[in-house]
């Protein structure tokens, strides 16, 4: 604990993720950057192909086989760079170490197998627990995650549950081994409203109680507010922007983050459970294929663009408390 | 309990279904040209008419076709399949007798050609441009296009002519003395061929299938989970992936099953093998209508009994099949 207040759980640097694809081979992660303390929250938001689950699967070591791999840069978890980790290494890790939520709970958990083994296979791969002290453990887990009734839920197969309780179980499962980080890809997404509060309180509310280091994927500007106190603004790949929470909400420096935070007009008002998704900015995000191009690659969205904006990429532009802009007109916006 | 209830309406309604096969194979049978009578007659080279009369009579044959019918159904329920004069026996102890080596050879054959199938599904979806997964497509191919009977005359010439590794046919060498251990490899000499041949057609059907599941398991979302928690990638394959590719193998190999005596007959014939496939065949060359009646009823019996354990088989495996009723 006390190292971490030093140096960073989680640094980043200099990431670069290339995919393999039909058009060939393209940057869907360019040169990011971050860092991670213990207990903190960060979240992450930009519209969809951003490549922010990518970043999150990087992370993860689980880029899809064949398709991504790290083209350069570093990826330290306490010190240790994940990115030369040997599979053995990473299979430690995972699970232990560091956890990811899903996207789509609907899916994510295996039809064949009852919720309670599920959870279970983890303790008992990294904690070394028999079967009886796993599946008691699970019983207390699915407790913690607030599903109703665990001694009888825990023999439940995924699909005798609602699309809330799996993603609970999958919280479960994630904390299960009360890891250092948290990644959750937009947990919420494929819920329904109501539901995603209660998901987001679950997941505050146990992250605090163990210390767990979270980095949040969301479209929801309300629950970045809420939850996180850094943010990073991800445009096609690169970073558009970085700061505390508040901070880049009061005083945007980039464009593309002023525009989403408009689309979200309560935002600045009231944060409340009313949390309506980000709405569209004129234009689409360039295809992954123009992803390397060496211009600002928003610009063809930006009403300030000129000539530099769209022959060269911005440099980062750093304002104060660590908030960074990817702007060539950072200090007018 | 749903279980139960489930397991006995699907019982009941194969109790209905059987009883709906004998009708039609009675009727078919008994519109064809030729009856018991005729082929007594011929074994005693030739009958005068009242003699037929009398034949016919003795064995109920004159009988209003609905009365025959329902003698025959009644019958058959109590397990009476009737006498063969071809071979003059019970046709129950008849199948029973030919039974083993039918059995022998198709369990012999699927066993193989599941654990085969899985085995090389699995292995060439987890590298699809692997040796394996173009060895798998080129056997598929081979196993769709090759009719089986040629596939056994290939191996007979290659295997038992040239070679001389394999008997050529039968299921015993009447010079190999003893029982026991003896007994026991001789037949399975003379069983490595035949299963093989059987083989063939249902391993390109399971490694086929088995890898086109796998691969779609593999790039699912649960595998992905598997993997984020950290679990070796041995366990990722066979404990989360394989049991939920297997569901349309056990599908398939349960329809393949209720193919047991017709996929027999012809692998029967190339290999002399003394089983049901053979028997059937016989009969029919025979007129055996009897014999034939009792093969096409205990084929339906089988097709019903295999598609009940192919059910029992998939609820154990994936707990949704048959969750609501
Ligand atoms: N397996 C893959 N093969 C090729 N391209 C991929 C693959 N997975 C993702 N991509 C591409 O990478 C880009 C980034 O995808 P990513 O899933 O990271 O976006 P995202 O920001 O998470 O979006 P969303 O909000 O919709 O989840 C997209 O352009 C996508 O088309
Ligand atoms: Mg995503």
Redesign the interface.
Known sequence: MKNSHNSPLLKVENLRIELTTRDGVAPVIDDLSLELRAGETLSFVGESGCGKSMTALALMGLLPEKVGRVAKGSICFNGEDLTTASPARLNEIRGNDISMIFQEPMTSLNPVYTIGEQIAEVLRRHRGMNKAAAWQRAIELLDAVRIPNPKNRVSDYPHQLSGGQRQRVMIAIALACEPKILIADEPTTALDVTVQAQIFDLMRDLGRELGTATILITHDMGAVAEMAERMIVMYAGRMAETGPVQQVIDHPRHPYTKGLISCVPHLLAQLTAERPPLAEIDGIVPSLKDFGRDECLFASRCERANEQCRNQRPPEVGFSAGQLSACWQAEDV | MTFLRATFFRSLYAILLLIAVLVLNFSMMHMAPGDVADTIAQSMGGADPEIMAQIRADYGLDQPFLIQLATYVGKVLNFDLGFSFFYNQPVVSLILERLPATLLLVLGAQLLALTLGVVLGVISARNPNGMTSHLVTGLALFGYAAPVFWTGILCLIAFSLHLGWFPTSGMRDVTVAGGGWAKLLDIAHHAVLPIITLCSVYLALYSRLCRTAMLEVLG???V??????????RQVVYK?AL??AVSPVITLAGLQFSAVISGAVLVEAVYSWPGLGTLAFQSIIARDTPTILGILFFSALVVIVGNLLTDIALRL????VG?KQ
Request: glycine share 10%.
């Open positions: 699912s979302d649960y992905r989970t598997a993997k984020a928690k950290g679990l070796s990638a989360h049991k939920n495996v994936d707990p949704r969750g």
